[in-house]
């Protein structure tokens, strides 16, 4: 079984640069800060903390976290202790051993630069060998090519297209792209993102 997502049982999880840290309220600043690295909050296909909205934003992660369905981090540079975006587990269904991964943004200096990568081989890592998952789903706008791009070079297996899946805060009806990996996937996905990393 899945255990608890309460913020205790939350782990910090820790690689070679990077660490992700369980999100708090004190993170307000430090994320809006991250997130002002190519002004994110400004991007149509994704939903990314800004001034105004950031409060908001972790307000909702913790309610989540709290009802035992969310588990959100922030990615935080080992080094030198900066705060450059957040990811989480959500949609946590203990009784089917499955998750999602999303609400995922990097600063803008970050992108392409192997904490991506990073990242997601610390939460898979965690979701299938800690959290005992089958499955772990990931979902992205069908406009958004560098997300679709990026779950695909992780090893992850398109599954379709949900239509109006969900409503922007613009209005927009969007259409979403479901990507996943399960459990008997994960040796082969393991290995190739360790490949990655070694080669970044």
């Known amino acids: 079984m899945i255990p608890d997502a309460s913020r205790d049982d939350q782990p910090t999880l820790t690689g070679p640069t990077i660490e992700l840290r369980p999100l708090q ?3 307000q600043e430090a ?10 909050w400004a991007m149509k296909v994704t939903v990314v903390p800004g001034p105004e909205t950031a409060g908001q934003y972790i307000a909702t992660a913790l309610a989540g976290r709290q009802a035992g369905t969310v588990m959100p981090f922030v990615i935080v540079k080992r080094e030198t202790g900066q705060v450059v975006g957040s990811t989480r587990f959500w949609k946590i269904d203990r009784v089917n051993r499955k998750l999602e991964i999303g609400h995922s943004w990097l600063s803008a200096s970050v992108q ?5 990568t990073e990242a997601k081989y610390l939460l898979l890592t965690h979701a299938f060998e800690a959290m005992n998952t ?7 706008d069908e406009l958004n090519e560098k997300s679709r791009a990026a779950i695909l070079r992780i090893g992850a297996k398109q599954e379709g297209i949900v239509r109006h899946e969900r409503i922007m805060p613009d209005g927009r009806k969007r259409n979403s792209v479901r990507f996943s990996i399960i459990d008997s996937e994960w040796p082969e996905v393991k290995a190739l993102l360790q ?4 080669l970044k």
Do not use: C, I, P, Y
């Open 31 to 40: 994320l809006v800060a991250a997130a002002s690295d190519g002004e994110l």
């Open 134 to 140: 089958v499955r772990v789903q990931f979902t992205t």
């Open 25 to 27: 309220s004190l993170h």
């Open 195 to 198: 490949q990655k990393m070694r």
């Open 112 to 116: 392409r630069s192997g904490v991506n």
